[in-house]
């Protein structure tokens, strides 16, 4: 319900964006989020935004070069990755919570997973 795309090869400082298509149980009600995962690391919240797309969280490693948007209209969540850096190499996922509409980062608060996009960053 839940399905990722986007991710690959991107140089340090470059750009790239990540999309979410949202489907089937999963409602525009729903707060979402992405999340990260690297090797031996645990998963992490990257960034999260309400139901509205008016409220965002971003983790301290990607605040002000990570952008989370959403346009419930088409069912699509996107995160926009600007100036990414080595340490931004992982699995990315999307994610969606029933349980309210407001943001949230815990790993155990979302209820529906996309199946994650790797996205490398090196020159």
């Known amino acids: 319900q839940l399905q990722a795309s986007g991710g690959g090869l991107v140089q340090p400082g470059g750009s790239l964006r990540l999309s979410c298509l949202a489907s089937?149980?999963?409602?525009?009600?729903?707060?979402m989020a992405w999340f990260r995962q690297a090797p031996g690391k645990e998963r992490e919240c990257v960034a999260a935004v309400d139901w509205r797309g008016s409220s965002t969280y971003y983790a301290d490693s990607v605040k002000g070069r990570f952008t989370i948007s959403r346009d419930n209209a088409n069912h699509m969540l996107y995160l926009q990755m600007n100036s990414p850096k080595p340490e931004d190499t992982a699995v990315y996922y999307c994610a969606a919570a029933s349980l309210g509409g407001g943001w949230r980062k815990g790993v155990n608060e979302y209820d529906y997973w996309g199946q994650g996009t790797l996205v490398t960053v090196s020159s």
């Open positions: 089937g149980r999963t409602s525009k009600s729903y707060a």
